[in-house]
């Protein structure tokens, strides 16, 4: 039995002889004419980058854990969810399963996926191995990706870029939708191309640079803890200003 398609505005339809309708945010098109190579690309791999960027924080655990016991991963689990490190890495692996849901031909919007997963998962292994030379590199690396995220031209400060002719993430996502920014995808045929998804992604790409911003802020606080010279050395803290001024100028010891 044959069937028939129908698009409508920002998502297409699919209607069957027996009155059963399809409704998808994606825009398939007609699985007729669409190369199986193509369907692939543009359907397959995403949703399957994004299934294995869920399962990181679990693959970390069962490759780092010495017996993948029951009562080992428990316990691995519960000290990754006291860490906030972890814990703004799996929201940052989750806010990367939205951007890895994009057209790869098109838009870029997946490499900001595929670098954040890959920075969120080398803070879960720092975290876990616990080797404080690997805070510094770490850093570094969390401020060239922050520069990526908020996008600008590029220079010797900004090695590497995903989204074309400097744009940063959330211009990046409107590109999909036409040749000017944040038009709409009404009368587009791009795979994924869909107003109420590119809103999703708007606000899940805010979020996610949010999270790195927060993670580079505690990545840079463990750094100066570990690298940063002994505390007080130059000059009074805050703790001890304030202690001073409540005893009159004078310091009693440690606060």
């Known amino acids: 039995m044959g069937s028939s398609f129908e698009f409508s505005s920002g998502a297409?339809?699919?209607s069957f002889p027996d009155g059963i309708q399809l409704f998808s945010c994606c825009r398939l098109g007609p699985m007729a004419s669409t190369p199986p190579q193509q369907?692939?690309?543009h359907f397959v791999v995403p949703i399957f980058a994004a299934a294995t960027v869920c399962i990181a924080p679990a693959l970390v655990l069962l490759t780092l854990t010495p017996l993948a016991t029951g009562d080992n991963m428990k316990r691995e689990a519960r000290w990754l969810v006291e860490r906030p490190l972890c814990l703004v890495s799996v929201l940052i692996l989750i806010l990367s399963c939205v951007l890895l849901l994009s057209n790869h031909s098109v838009s870029s919007t997946y490499?900001?996926?595929?670098?954040g997963a890959l920075l969120a998962v080398a803070n879960l292994v720092a975290e876990r191995m616990r080797r404080k030379r690997a805070w510094p590199l770490l850093l570094i690396w969390h401020f060239f990706?922050?520069?990526n995220l908020l996008g600008g031209?590029?220079?010797?400060?900004?090695?590497?870029e995903a989204g074309s002719g400097g744009r940063g993430l959330l211009s990046t996502i409107l590109t999909i939708s036409a040749a000017e920014l944040g038009g709409s995808c009404d009368r587009s045929e791009v795979?994924?191309?869909?107003?109420?998804w590119i809103t999703c992604q708007i606000l899940a790409a805010f979020a996610f640079v949010?999270?790195?911003?927060?993670?580079?802020?505690?990545?840079?606080t463990r750094t100066l803890h570990y690298y940063g010279g002994d505390e007080g050395s130059d000059g009074p803290t805050c703790r001890e200003s304030a202690a001073s001024h409540a005893n009159g100028g004078r310091v009693e010891g440690p606060f």
């Open 12 to 14: 297409h339809r699919a």
């Open 39 to 41: 369907s692939t690309w």
């Open 111 to 115: 490499l900001f996926g595929v670098y």
């Open 145 to 147: 990706n922050l520069l």
């Open 153 to 160: 031209a590029s220079s010797a400060l900004q090695p590497y």
């Open 191 to 196: 795979d994924w191309c869909n107003d109420g």
């Open 210 to 220: 949010i999270a790195h911003i927060i993670a580079f802020f505690i990545i840079g």
